[in-house]
């Protein structure tokens, strides 16, 4: 959750009367919204994408709850249903069998007298252990921060506390836990976003939560009942910002467990703001211990837009991947970014596994498989020499605007920097390249389209190169207004937005200073994931 939240809120009012309910009721369907079917023209609107998750109207950040059940991946979200800007938070809903076509469901949770609903998780309940659902009929439990907007403005500390609220209909409708708040404030500012679990090998629940400049652990029995297990992070990692956004999962690396824990920071990002970092050690049932000393920071995307990411619960056994997907934007510019109607989408969905560097142990993220659902057209570019600028356009007959394209390329040392350069006819463009003098992957914004509504937007970013191989490949998922860069079969991830006046409708590929050798390539049509929709509604 956004974290410097006085600001924001001068401009806002409280809006129970048409936004909150009781906080026992059932949060259901409204039988008057408007069905996505007769909405979905909202997704042809300028710099809307075409592939990644974006909510139908209004604001949205962070995803939580993110669940797998009965065949469905859920995804919940920050909400705020009545502004293109952060407001009272609700959780938005939607429903997808691949990750990538997605199902807007009504509003799962809405503000109620504790306070608006932060982020948070959830989880199946297999084992009824809480008694909310029964052994045949499990319940989908959800946990959340409420935030007490009356409390903090009246300067209290203790206005984010923790509470459930459970489905037995397989997420459609929610009934918020009488006992709320089942985790309650010891008197501490930022108090947020809870992430469960569950562990095996000591039989309870684990939530980690994020405090101020560090995590803590709790346990249960019951998801209603928590003791505090442990804290970590006062010393460790990145501390420009606030922690929020926490995760704690299990990955092999060669045989071997090693537990994962995310943690998102706003500011503090290596390209300034907000950004995910990660922390690779052991855990107990009670206590982490990283691998490595307090000073190293580890991120998992070098881009300036890929914040409060997490990962889903509950995934089968038969699948045993670990998929992460994250907020595709960035607090210095979020609430002002050049979008009509709609405001934010996410990233598309990764696979995190571990891999042994020469540094150590670190984190990989690879696009999700699913994304074959989407893939249209394709057209092979010929490996060639590359010197100067090389057009790519001419054998591509799609928009390169959503569009997938993978490089393979070598002799990478003899140009001091080459990339590829996406640009429109008013001149605008973007560059997505290395740098072999520095070691530096890059994303240059600079010159990529409207600017004027953040001072922090028009520059370029970088992240260093992790291998020192000859070789490298790029793979790059453009969508409208945002690029996914996924370097040396990612080991270096950079996500960054732009938003050009029209579209990007050409590409080159450039080596300055010398040349590179692009031995093959590959360019394929992306296609949109309301295209159907969209021709059913028109």
Request: one cysteine or more.
């Amino acid at each position: 959750m956004k974290n410097c939240l006085q600001l924001l809120f001068l401009s806002f009012v409280w809006v129970a009367c048409s936004e909150s309910q009781d906080n026992t009721n059932t949060t259901q369907a409204d039988s008057t919204e408007t069905p996505f079917t007769q909405v979905n023209t909202q997704f042809q609107e300028t710099h809307r994408p075409q592939y990644h998750f974006s909510p139908p109207s209004k604001w949205m950040n962070d995803p939580n709850g993110m669940v797998f059940y009965k065949g469905e991946y859920h995804l919940f979200y920050q909400h705020y249903p009545d502004s293109t800007v952060w407001g009272p938070m609700h959780w938005g809903h939607a429903v997808s069998k691949d990750m990538i076509h997605w199902e807007h469901l009504p509003i799962a949770l809405y503000p109620d007298s504790l306070g608006y609903i932060f982020s948070g998780s959830a989880v199946v309940d297999v084992n009824n252990t809480s008694g909310l659902g029964t052994k045949d009929n499990p319940a989908m439990v959800a946990i959340y921060t409420y935030h007490l907007m009356e409390g903090e403005k009246a300067g209290r500390n203790d206005y984010q506390t923790q509470g459930i609220a459970y489905s037995t209909d397989n997420g459609r409708t929610w009934e918020k836990y009488k006992g709320n708040p089942v985790l309650k404030n010891p008197g501490i500012r930022d108090f947020r976003d809870p992430k469960l679990s569950w562990h095996e090998e000591s039989k309870q629940w684990v939530l980690i939560l994020a405090v101020d400049d560090h995590v803590e652990l709790y346990g249960s029995k019951n998801l209603t009942s928590w003791s505090k297990l442990s804290e970590f992070g006062k010393t460790y990692g990145g501390h420009g910002g606030v922690w929020e956004c926490p995760d704690l999962f299990p990955l092999e690396v060669d045989g071997q467990k090693k537990w994962v824990m995310l943690l998102s920071i706003n500011p503090g990002g290596p390209n300034k703001g907000s950004a995910t970092q990660y922390f690779i050690g052991d855990f107990d049932g009670k206590t982490f211990k990283s691998d490595y000393s307090p000073k190293t920071t580890l991120w998992v995307d070098e881009g300036a837009d890929n914040y409060a990411g997490v990962t889903w619960a509950n995934m089968p056994q038969s699948d045993g991947r670990r998929i992460f997907l994250g907020w595709m934007s960035n607090w210095l510019y979020a609430n002002t970014v050049p979008t009509d109607n709609w405001r934010s989408a996410n990233t598309i969905p990764r696979e995190l596994s571990l891999k042994k560097l020469p540094e150590g142990i670190r984190l990989i993220s690879q696009p999700v498989k699913e994304l074959a659902s989407i893939r249209g057209e394709s057209a092979n570019i010929s490996g060639r020499a590359v010197k100067g600028e090389v057009d790519l356009k001419a054998g591509i007959p799609f928009d390169i605007a959503t569009s997938e394209l993978v490089l393979e390329l070598d002799s990478i040392s003899q140009s001091k920097d080459f990339g590829i350069e996406l640009s429109n006819t008013q001149g605008q463009k973007l560059l997505i390249g290395y740098e072999a003098t520095s070691k530096n992957f890059y994303i240059d914004r600079s010159q990529s389209g409207k600017k004027d509504f953040s001072k922090e937007f028009a520059v370029k970013h970088t992240a260093p190169r992790k291998s020192s191989a000859q070789t490298m490949k790029l793979h790059l998922f453009f969508d409208v207004a945002s690029v996914e860069l996924f370097a040396d079969n990612g080991e270096v991830v950079m996500t960054d937005i732009f938003f050009p006046d029209s579209n990007y409708s050409q590409v080159k590929m450039y080596a300055k200073d010398g040349a590179v050798k692009l031995v093959s390539g590959k360019a394929t049509q992306l296609k949109s994931i309301w295209g159907e929709k969209l021709a059913s509604a028109q």
